[in-house]
């Protein structure tokens, strides 16, 4: 019996984390992962004592509710009951959703989970498939967008001559411009917001792209620090980003000077915010 409750508590525990982490990626909220191992294992630790315990209280449908809620408390600690709900709504959606993946995974390839191993590489697989749905899932958000909320401000930061670069960004809902080899994001910017001594000390890349024209090379910069503002608040930071140049206006009243591509926009700034 020992060895039958460890392997639930392992089980459960990897489930919850893995639920976890990834409702962290798509709200947009910053974890520790110390949190996010505690909070999975009262889940599995929970789990357990309603297999130990069966038909007793552990087992009510509202005593659930209230477990549930309290791992997603202990793993976010959100300060605001706005956000609380927020974080509970979609942590419904995604548990749904990863439960349903591993369901599908088991019945495609009709997979007999008896085994301990087999479970977690099912468990694990469904984790990548929900991911990828969700993330796809995000971007059909495209048609609800509001053009008055496509502008940031930009702010880059260049260390070797204490300078601070800002400017305004469009998201760009046609352009899906991003280094297929790193996956990092890229800007197109006006060049005359840069200075050319600024250009010349950062690493060069060329960033291949099909048109409809055919296919060409890009030169772009790779920058650091790169931080990005909604009404005057910090949404993200990007640790580097790949700045292509052009000598093109890319606004007509001067709105803005620099395009960013609708992926950047929906992995890394708009999130699952309702």
């Known amino acids: 019996m020992k060895i039958y409750v460890d392997y639930i508590f392992v089980e459960n525990f990897i489930?919850?984390?893995?639920?976890?982490?990834?409702?962290?990626?798509?709200?947009?909220?910053?974890?520790?992962?110390?949190?996010?191992?505690?909070?999975?294992?009262?889940?599995?630790?929970?789990?357990v004592l309603v297999t130990v315990f069966s038909d007793t209280i552990f087992s009510n449908i509202i005593f659930?509710?209230?477990?549930?809620?309290?791992?997603?408390?202990?793993?976010?600690?959100?300060?605001?009951?706005?956000?609380?709900?927020?974080?509970?709504l979609y942590f419904y959606v995604i548990a749904t959703c990863y439960i349903g993946s591993v369901i599908v995974i088991t019945v495609f390839l009709d997979i007999k989970i008896s085994g301990f191993f087999v479970k977690i590489i099912v468990f694990i697989s469904g984790y990548i498939i929900t991911y990828l749905s969700n993330k796809n899932m995000w971007k059909l958000w495209k048609s609800n967008i509001k053009n008055n909320d496509l502008i940031y401000e930009i702010k880059v930061y260049d260390k070797r001559n204490d300078s601070e670069i800002t400017f305004k960004a469009f998201v760009d809902s046609g352009?899906?411009?991003?280094?297929?080899?790193s996956n990092t994001d890229i800007f197109l910017v006006q060049r005359s917001i840069f200075e050319q001594n600024i250009i010349k000390e950062k690493k060069e890349v060329h960033i291949p792209m099909n048109t409809v024209n055919g296919s060409c090379v890009l030169k772009g910069y790779i920058y650091n620090n790169i931080y990005m503002f909604k009404n005057g608040k910090q949404v993200t930071k990007l640790k580097k980003a790949i700045i292509i140049f052009t000598d093109i206006s890319?606004?007509?009243?001067?709105?803005?000077?620099?395009?960013?591509?609708?992926?950047?926009?929906?992995?890394?700034?708009?999130?699952?915010?309702?």
């Open 15 to 47: 489930m919850s984390f893995l639920i976890l982490y990834q409702l962290s990626i798509f709200t947009k909220t910053k974890v520790k992962l110390i949190k996010t191992f505690f909070a999975s294992f009262i889940g599995a630790i929970y789990v």
């Open 64 to 88: 659930k509710l209230i477990a549930i809620n309290i791992i997603i408390y202990l793993a976010f600690l959100p300060k605001e009951i706005v956000k609380y709900f927020k974080i509970c």
């Open 175 to 181: 352009n899906s411009l991003k280094d297929s080899v």
């Open 250 to 274: 890319l606004s007509k009243n001067n709105e803005y000077s620099s395009l960013i591509s609708y992926d950047t926009y929906v992995e890394k700034l708009q999130g699952v915010e309702l």
